[in-house]
C-alpha cells in the first residue's frame, strides 16, 4: 500500500489485494492516526472476529464518549450485542471510564424484542453499578432499547 496515499478509495483497494492479516495491520495503524477511517475500512475488509474483538478493546481505552459509539457501530454487526456486552463486562475492572461510556450508547442496539439481549445488558449494567462504575440514572430499570 502507498503511504503517500490517503485517499480512502485507494487505500480500501491497496488493501483488497493483501491478506487479512496485512490489512488488519493497516487498520490497526489507521485506528490510531485516523480512527474514522480506520473503523470504515475494518467494516468493508476484516472477516475475523478476532479482529473486531481487538477494535472494541482499543475503542474502549482511546475513544471519548462520543467516538465511543463509532466503535460500537463497528464491532457491534460483526460481534453482536450479547458478545459486545460480555466483552464490556470483561474490562469493567481493567477500564471502568471506558466500559461506562459504552454503556451510555447500548440502549440504542439493545433489541427490547430479544430477551436474551436485554437480560444481558441488564447483567452487565447491574454488575456496574454494583462496582459503583456507572454514573447517572439507575439504567438497570431505565433501559430503553430499540425495537
Known sequence: MSSATEDPIQILNDLRRMQEADRFEIVRDLLQRRPRLGLALANRCLRRRSYFVYIMERGLEVADASEIHDWLRCVIP??????????????????????????????????????????????????????????????????????
Open 78 to 147: 460483526r460481534l453482536g450485542v450479547r458478545r459486545v456486552v460480555r466483552l464490556l463486562r470483561g474490562a469493567l475492572m481493567r477500564n471502568p471510564s471506558g466500559v461506562d461510556r459504552a454503556i451510555y450508547w447500548m440502549p440504542q442496539f439493545v433489541a427490547k424484542n430479544r430477551p436474551a439481549e436485554v437480560n444481558e445488558f441488564r447483567r452487565l449494567i447491574e454488575a456496574a453499578t454494583k462496582a459503583g462504575f456507572v454514573r447517572g440514572p439507575n439504567m438497570v430499570t431505565d433501559v430503553e432499547t430499540k425495537d
